[in-house]
């Protein structure tokens, strides 16, 4: 399994942080959340998705221009809720399966999950606070 480092926005402290992981992932040091932002492809999907907190699956490519404005917003956002948020950036081009699967006919497309099954879907690219007014909601349902 791939993982990406994640400092600690508490102590500073890089972490790694798993696709798949049971629970949510913390700091080793402080042991305060950390942000959840991972790369998932085909194979690991079912189980990257398998997780207890609201998951934002972005379908993006590295060709799209809209989906580049986007991927620091997510950054951002997996900062901001932290422990209750996972987002997963799955690249179309290479997991046409994800694509079918979330019916990604435009990208990017952004697509929030809780227990496996869809919540809410955006296509395009949105501003911060569109996004966040929408994690928001479904955070509090």
Known sequence: MSARI????SCGTKNRVPVVASGR???????????????????????ALDTSVL??????APWCGPCRMVAPI?????????????????????????AARFDARSIP???????????????????EGVLAQRIDGLLAS
């Open 74 to 98: 997510l950054q951002r956002l997996s900062v901001r809720y932290a422990g209750r948020i996972k987002v997963v950036k799955v690249n179309v081009d290479d997991n046409p399966r994800a």
């Open 25 to 47: 992932p913390q700091c080793a040091s402080c042991h305060e959340p950390l942000p959840w932002l991972v790369d998932a492809t085909d194979d690991n999907l079912a189980a």
């Open 55 to 60: 998951v934002l699956i972005d379908l993006w």
């Open 6 to 9: 994640a400092a600690c926005g």
């Open 109 to 127: 497309t952004l697509v929030m999950t809780r227990g496996g099954r869809t919540v809410a879907r955006i296509v395009g690219a949105q501003p």
